[in-house]
């Protein structure tokens, strides 16, 4: 970054998803950093609610304007509106987009406006391997891509995948997400255990927003057999379409009383530090964050060997991977883990070494800040 502190605009999704996390503790990690950082969106940030000050970071609250005429309320050309306020006003040089569209589309629209403020794109997953492969935005993301003045992806899956599906060949740097290895740790009073299982019960937990890509019925199917074998409870921390079918097919298979749907939450790391094993079907999962949170609390998980995965996942080492959808695989090696108390804790420590070290933000936020210096120095 250059001696001044610069001043950032951040475009992220408001959820509780994966992208808007990782967006949110970055900007809050560069604005530690010494950074004015101005978060432009259309609700605030999940994660951001009570950091904010009045030295910063700032949200923006992107208009909305419903008139009889308009058929869709146009939200990415009221970000870019929105955006272009914000750059006007308080001089930002450097918008940093999570999401080709709509927010770099927004980005790059506010640019071109202004003639100020280059833009940083990261790539996320959801907008390339499900959305950007959808023709109806594909000639948008892909001009999103490539007009950004720097793009990451948070996997080499997806930087790959990016390259496939957009036959783009421009640098797509590759920067994996991170987790606050301090906020996500064990908890060891066992008061806090005690609210969801009892000492010889094994926790088994997910954490989604539960659509289809997360497959939240094979954790029901994968718990089911696992509580045939052992004490367990399961934890369902989220919300989404696919919550009423893991529902009704945990009453079918018989597991409903050990079951608990907790919704969403902000706090997730206390349930994710009390929890012996984490599971993560899905289909596709372009990094897994959830997955990395649970393994800074010790938590080995069992995923399907699916997208970015496997680079977050060490098969055999932090956890065990299995083809997407073969529950019976992915409960053996559920039991296997926790039936074999040194190879959980083992994994466990594993586990939280891969979060303390190769994710840890002191490895990866000065790579967005690098990336950011580049692209405002090239102006
Ligand atoms: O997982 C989701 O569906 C939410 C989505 C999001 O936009 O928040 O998550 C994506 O970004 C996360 C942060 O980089 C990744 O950890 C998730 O793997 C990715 N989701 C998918 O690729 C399905």
Redesign the pocket.
Known sequence: MRQAPEKIAVLC?S????????ATELGLMVARAGHEVHFVGSAVPFRLAGHQGFQGPYYHQVSSFAYALFEQPYPELAAANTLTEVILEHGVTLSHA??AIPHATAAIHAKSITGRSRVVT?L???DV??VGAEPAFRHTTRHAIERSDHVTA??HF?AEQTREVFGVDREIEVIH?FVDAERFVRVTDPRVRARFAHPDEALLVHV??F?P??RVEDVVQVFARVASEMPARLLMIGDGPERPRAFELAGQLGVIGRTQFLGSFPDVQTVLGISDLFLLP?S???????A?EAMSCEVPVVAARA???PEVVEEGVTGFLAPVGDVDAMADAALRVLRDRDLYLGMGRAARQAALTRFHPDRIVPKYLASYARTVGEA
């Open positions: 999704h959820g509780a998803g994966g992208s808007g996390v990782v999570h999401y990261t996320h997953g959801t391997t499900l948070v996997s997806l997400n989604s927003n659509r890509v997360k899905s596709n999962e372009s990094f897994g964050l959830a990395l997208g970015g995965i």
